[in-house]
């Protein structure tokens, strides 16, 4: 089993910055695929950023080089940076997990939102 532990969400006035990690404990996998997903009511899930374990980085369309995800596989540890933040980013925010293509696991996710 894996544990997925967020940390980082809060509130901050548009143009601001958060920094949102991501903890990971448990089994490890040798390939594997981390990222940061975001979902807001009515809407689907959708992907902010993500990265795997050869360190290729895929972002949403709509970051725009707002944001950085990096990944510690040593420490297990996955950040994602976040600046010049928008009310739009407003969002809960879910840490994922996808190991040796079978594996896929969520975080119970963290309340991001950015006022105007």
């Known amino acids: 089993q894996v544990q997925l532990v967020e940390s980082g969400g809060g509130s901050v006035e548009s143009g601001g910055s958060l920094r949102l990690s991501c903890a990971r404990s448990?089994?490890?996998?040798?390939?594997?695929?981390t990222g940061w997903y975001r979902q807001t009511p009515g809407k689907q899930r959708e992907l902010v950023a993500d990265i795997d374990h050869l360190g290729t980085i895929k972002y949403g369309d709509f970051v725009k080089g707002r944001f950085t995800i990096s990944d510690n596989n040593a420490k297990k540890l996955m950040d994602l940076q976040m600046n010049n933040l928008k009310p739009e980013d407003t969002a809960v925010y879910y840490c994922?997990?996808?190991?040796?293509?079978?594996?896929?696991?969520w975080g119970q996710g963290t309340q991001v939102t950015v006022s105007s």
């Open positions: 448990g089994r490890t996998f040798a390939m594997y695929v």
């Open positions: 994922n997990l996808r190991g040796d293509k079978w594996y896929d696991y």
